[in-house]
Nanobody, 123 residues
Framework: VQLQASGGGLVQAGGSLRISCVASGRTFRRYFMGWFRQGPGKEREFVAAISSNGVSTYYRDSVKGRFTISRANAENTVYLQMDSLKPDDTAVYYC?????????????????WGQGTQVTVSS
């Protein structure tokens, strides 16, 4: 599946941003979807994931209560609503799809990746 992320930008600390990821193809509703991020000089890390039917969601501890992942299967789109942003959230954010319907935080567990969208949070 091909993934296209968008919606990144520059925001002040405490602000909000919603990024989106549109998938190609008719089988989007079967995929487990995740968001990862990679900050300057850092390894890619798990941010959030959502099951194929949207019932189950998963978050890294540092974003719990601030970020919300959701999906619209009819639109082949997964979203990441980011509130109360902090400078530490600055990174390139990537969406990814996983064929296996089991949660993992390991990047290599995902099969296809979007190109990434830059999120910069100023202090």
């Amino acid at each position: 599946v091909q993934l296209q992320a968008s919606g990144g930008g520059l925001v002040q600390a405490g602000g909000s941003l919603r990024i989106s990821c549109v998938a190609s193809g008719r089988t989007f509703r079967r995929y487990f979807m995740g968001w990862f991020r990679q900050g300057p000089g850092k390894e890619r890390e798990f941010v959030a994931a959502i099951s194929s039917n949207g019932v189950s969601t998963y978050y890294r501890d540092s974003v719990k209560g601030r970020f919300t992942i959701s999906r619209a299967n009819a639109e082949n789109t997964v979203y990441l609503q980011m509130d109360s942003l902090k400078p530490d959230d600055t990174a390139v954010y990537y969406c990814a799809s996983r064929n296996t319907p089991v949660h993992t935080t390991i990047p290599y567990g995902y099969d296809d990746w979007g190109q990434g969208t830059q999120v910069t949070v100023s202090s």
